[in-house]
């Protein structure tokens, strides 16, 4: 059966979440490129591995060459100090969406976050045509993608669809980890979803399981036609009556962004 794409590229790919993507991504090309910034070990079949910083202009546009799409993982995936974030999580993203407009590919996946509007309350429903409201560094800079990616779109035509990525774990902990919670097989089948689905323009998908007690409306991105198939109701005994969540002075529980609240803003040590 003919794949997708001959060839895709997947930068991210020594990360966590990378790692355990990796081997799914083989079913939409034939070849998968994986990057990132250090070594994680040699290509296996139907792989190739480019190293690079997404810092790096030069570094980028090597990594780009000859793919038809971009499943974009790569950059700081926490709360951390602002220059970190910025060179790769801004001035990555300016760097990969030159190299992909220059290099004429038409695709981009980018992987966004919940951190774009972790500052709405656990009682607010959520839409994509929503104010963003980041709940820290990191937040903001997948804020910039979404925004970069949709100047692309309206003035280069190229079509991204940003995934706003729940709790992607094994198993949730907690309440809000329940609430967001994403199993890997329904973020593979939005990733499928989202390189396959013809025409999707500029579009911000929320990622979650089937899970109970939704924050999120995901209306704006029904033409994926994304249907999760896993749920956390049956991790409700791992976290159930641990937590007062009538305390409404704590942040963590009054916000959608959770313990990142406490995370930051993070400053360079004098």
Known sequence: MSKPFKRILFTGAAGGLGRRLREHLHAFADIVRLSDLNDFGPAGEGEEVVLGDLGKREDVFRICEGVDAVVHFGGVSTEEEWAPIMNANIHGMVNLYEAVHTLGIKRVVF??????VGMYKTTDLVDASMATRPDGYYGVSKVFGESLSRYYWDRFGVET?????????????NHRQAVLWLALDDLVEMLRRALITPAVGHTIAFCTSDNPGQWWDNREARHLGYEAKESSRGFTHLYEGRVDHSNNEDITLKFQG???????PKYPKA
Do not use: Q, W
């Open 161 to 173: 669809v940003c995934i706003r990525i729940g709790y992607c774990f094994p198993e949730p902990s």
């Open 111 to 116: 992987a966004s976050s919940n951190h774009t």
């Open 258 to 264: 959770g313990g990142f609240l406490n995370n930051g």
